[in-house]
């Protein structure tokens, strides 16, 4: 009788070890994503390789690429990069600071550096 049970013993040990491994994998996946937006990373000559999945990572830092290069970059909230900031246009009425990151900025607004070097939510460029 034992002998019947051995495939069968087999084929659902099987089935459970890829079940376990598939599981592992999905939820190494889930956490391997850190909330946030990698910021534009300028790619080294030297090909810097500090990361390759966000975990790398200490504390809230994303792991970031740009051609051959990854590193750990702290992250933008939202999608989009601040529009090229012209320093000989100011930005008359906003040289205060209005926001701090992009979560004080409504909708998909950035907070970006603007004319007079103080932060304001702006429309990212994609």
């Known amino acids: 009788m034992a002998s019947k049970l051995s495939p069968f013993s087999t084929l659902f040990g099987g089935l ?3 079940f376990f491994l598939s599981m592992d ?3 190494r996946q ?3 994503q850190k909330v946030g937006v990698c ?3 300028q790619e080294s000559k030297d090909c810097q390789v500090e990361c390759h999945t966000d975990e790398d990572c200490p504390d809230i830092l994303k792991c970031c690429t ?3 290069t990854s590193v750990c970059a702290i992250p933008n909230e939202k999608k989009g990069k601040c529009p090229i900031n012209d320093s000989s246009i100011s930005l008359l009425g906003i040289c205060k600071d209005e926001c701090y990151g992009d979560s004080d900025c409504s909708g998909s ?3 970006c550096i603007n004319g007079c070097g103080n932060q304001s939510c702006l429309t990212p460029e994609q």
Do not use: R
């Open 16 to 18: 459970f070890l890829l």
């Open 25 to 27: 994998s999905a939820i």
């Open 30 to 32: 889930t956490h391997a």
């Open 39 to 41: 910021p534009e990373v």
């Open 66 to 68: 740009a051609g051959c």
């Open 109 to 111: 607004l950035k907070c």
